[in-house]
């Protein structure tokens, strides 16, 4: 929870920072249902195991200059899934929280934007009858924009958002925006 706390706070003051940024330039928010693949592997116990859980997800960014921005995401779970693998454990996945600040750039070819993003991110995945676990650490991503009108947009990225200690959370989202 620390770490959490940590994370949180420097996304406050990145906000309080980008404030004034946003005045002048170009803020943008997105809302995504994120389709997840979590597995947890150990190797010296030869226990390795699958779960396909989901999870809505917010970003908002500002982008001081042209093609680079700093994003900030929230998410949640809105769907658990069972643990399937080469062991038999009895439960089910869900990720209760996930934060991340990002760097991002983007490469705008007319109506259709190719973007990627680097950053930290903290996520904490509720295991049903085992307990819950979080942890911090490196988190990318990168996608496809299309820019129907000037302020809307739809998005289909793949985000690496946990990838440490044998535990792995990825997957694809697709979110609507607006840009502001």
Do not use: C, W
Request: net charge positive.
């Amino acid at each position: 929870m620390k770490k959490l706390r940590h994370l949180a706070i420097a996304t406050g003051l990145a906000g309080l920072v980008a404030a004034p940024l946003a005045q002048a330039q170009s803020v943008y928010g997105e809302l995504g249902y994120s389709a997840l693949s979590a597995s947890v592997s150990v190797p010296v116990l030869g226990v390795s195991v699958k779960s396909e859980p989901a999870m809505a997800r917010a970003m908002i960014g500002v982008s001081p200059f042209a093609g680079l921005g700093v994003e900030g995401m929230i998410g949640t779970g809105v769907r658990d899934d069972r643990l399937r693998g080469n062991v038999a454990i009895d439960s089910r996945v869900k990720v209760d929280e996930f934060l991340g600040v990002y760097l991002a750039s983007r490469l705008n070819l007319g109506p259709v934007e190719l973007f990627g993003r680097a950053g930290v991110a903290e996520t904490r995945v509720r295991f049903e009858g085992l307990g819950t676990g979080s942890d911090s650490g490196f988190s990318y991503g990168g996608g496809l924009r299309l820019l129907p009108t000037d302020s809307l947009t739809l998005s289909l990225d793949y985000m690496s958002y946990l990838d440490k200690s044998g535990v792995k959370i990825d997957g694809y989202t697709f979110s609507v925006g607006l840009k502001f």
